[in-house]
């Protein structure tokens, strides 16, 4: 948690005591509140479901976020990222990362399942971006930041392979029990605050590639 200001602004991954000067908080959140909703287009207005704990406490520091909004009149915005990804992820496990060292090391990658499941994916650089949009706009309320443009784990793989240049060979593997079909995001709400993804998948993977290569 950290305070800065003027304006005073609030930046937390979870929730917590709020300074009782702070009047706009920003909570990074995720898709996790809102749970399987098989291939239905996810926008602000889905329930929150939380299939697992991670996701409950999720959920619960955004109602928490928006009783203080309310109760003390605060601007209270929880920025519900899909699969953020970018430069700095050598250390990390997610599908990305594994498709770089993949890559690098002339290596295969597993797939669970057939590939076809759908993801969005945002560049690092441009959730900052609509960080500072919501910012700046005193947006209140539950606002989703992804790329907005759904891509299969296929299209992940073939995407990785245009811009490494390697040809990262595929093993499909049983799905894992709980394995969302598609997570498809809706950022129109996003968009009328002025927030314009800057990244496609390929110009995204590009910048993540070459802390990878540098380091054979």
């Not at 997610?94 to 759908?118: C, E, H, I, K, N």
């Not at 443009?149 to 240049?165: F, H, L």
């Amino acid at each position: 948690m950290r305070a800065a200001g003027p304006p005073r602004v609030l930046v937390t991954g979870g929730s917590g005591f709020i300074g009782r000067r702070v009047v706009r908080a920003l909570l990074n959140d995720g898709a996790d509140v809102t749970g399987d909703v098989g291939r239905a287009t996810i926008d602000e207005r889905i329930p929150l479901r939380p299939l697992t704990p991670y996701g409950a406490t999720k959920a619960a520091a955004e109602m928490l976020i928006g009783a203080y909004a309310a109760c003390y009149g605060m601007t209270g915005c929880s920025l519900r990222f899909s699969n953020v990804y970018g430069p700095g992820m050598q250390e990390k496990d997610s599908f990305v990362p594994r498709l770089m060292r993949a890559a690098r090391d002339r290596a295969g990658v597993q797939v669970y399942g057939d590939g076809t499941q759908v993801r969005d994916l945002v560049q690092v650089d441009d959730v900052v971006a609509g960080l500072f949009a919501a910012w700046r706009a005193g947006f209140s309320g539950p606002l989703i930041l992804g790329g907005g443009e759904s891509v299969s784990v296929n299209d992940m793989v073939d995407a990785a392979r245009q811009v490494t240049g390697a040809e990262i060979p595929v093993e499909y593997v049983p799905a894992k029990p709980g394995e969302m079909p598609a997570v498809i995001v809706d950022i129109s709400a996003a968009r009328a605050l002025g927030y314009r993804p800057a990244h496609d998948l390929k110009s995204g993977l590009a910048t993540v590639w070459p802390e990878f290569s540098e380091a054979k």
